[in-house]
């Protein structure tokens, strides 16, 4: 049984940090690419951060040089650093992992598993 738990979320002021965090169970081997989604109320769904077992990364326009997603080693666990928060990074960020692709896209329709989201507000 797959299952992808995030946790780290609640509240940060405008400029502040946070970090949130999600582990990965049920796999039999580690995910080849990890990352993180949010919804904003009033917005659709949009991919901000994603990495692939090698390290390499992917950001949305919106959080390059603002967040920062990382996984470490063989565990299946990935993080996102969010610094310089803004009201518009209020919202749900789920996070996904696609067992079999590279990270290669935003479209949300090509990962398999996703968690059931932690939220963020900034205030």
């Known amino acids: 049984h797959v299952q992808l738990v995030e946790s780290g979320g609640g509240s940060v002021q405008t400029g502040g940090s946070l970090t949130l965090s999600c582990t990965v169970s049920?796999?039999?081997?580690?995910?080849?690419?990890l990352g993180w989604f949010r919804q904003s109320p009033g917005k659709g769904r949009e991919g901000v951060a994603l990495?692939?077992?090698?390290?390499?990364?992917m950001y949305s326009d919106s959080v390059k040089g603002r967040f920062t997603v990382s996984r470490y080693g063989t565990e299946n666990a990935v993080y996102l650093r969010i610094d310089n928060a803004q009201p518009e990074d209020a919202g749900s960020y789920f996070c996904?992992?696609?067992?079999?692709?590279?990270?290669?896209?935003?479209?949300?329709?090509?990962?398999?598993?996703w968690g059931q989201g932690t939220q963020v507000t900034v205030s």
């Open positions: 049920g796999y039999d081997y580690i995910a080849i690419c």
């Open positions: 990495i692939d077992k090698y390290g390499s990364t």
């Open positions: 996904v992992a696609d067992r079999t692709h590279y990270c290669h896209t935003f479209d949300g329709s090509v990962f398999e598993d």
